[in-house]
């Protein structure tokens, strides 16, 4: 074999393993699933080198008369490296009417959420039955219904692995 040709081999291979490794290490920049617990799952990943710790859930019933939605979910966020704790947030899957608002229901409790293209923000709360209702851009009405089975303990997971003292 010539030397060009086991030159080209080995820089081939080291080619392959600089690849495999940059692929290797850009899942593990992304959210690692930490535990699922019932209807929520909790999740942290590294973001500016600080942890970001989050659970989040789909809903256990969508209402609306929508043809086409993308995925919807709610979530809550720990950023501790910027005091940032408990921040409740709410994917549509679709775009949310312009300067309109979104209602979150806690039991008995209402909040109204600020909303921004397919987000939606509110306080943290912890109660037995959450209810978002929205409209889209296109003006359908959608109440979606998240279970909080699990939650307390995707939350605990969460402050565990961000570190975050309750």
């Known amino acids: 074999m010539s030397k060009a040709l086991i030159l080209l081999s080995f820089f ?4 392959a ?3 495999a490794a940059a692929a290797q290490a850009a899942q593990q920049d992304g959210p690692k699933p930490i535990g699922t ?9 590294a973001e500016n080198g600080q942890p970001v710790c989050y659970v989040a859930a789909a809903p256990a ?3 609306g008369k929508y043809t086409k939605r993308g995925d919807v979910f709610m979530l809550i966020t720990h950023r501790p490296s910027q005091k940032s704790l408990d921040v409740v947030s709410f994917v549509a899957g679709y775009p949310f009417k312009p300067e309109s608002q979104a209602e979150l229901t806690v039991g008995k409790d209402k909040f109204m959420l ?6 939606a923000w509110a306080p943290d709360d912890k109660a037995d039955s959450t209810i978002v209702r929205g409209t889209s851009s296109r003006g359908t009405a959608t109440v979606d219904h998240f279970s909080l089975k699990g939650f307390a303990r995707a939350y605990d997971a969460i402050n565990k692995a961000c570190k975050v003292k309750r």
């Open 61 to 63: 019933k969508s209402d």
């Open 12 to 15: 081939a291979c080291v080619a």
């Open 17 to 19: 393993a600089a690849a």
């Open 114 to 119: 600020f909303v921004k293209e397919e987000r």
């Open 37 to 45: 617990f019932e209807r929520w799952t909790a999740y942290s990943y």
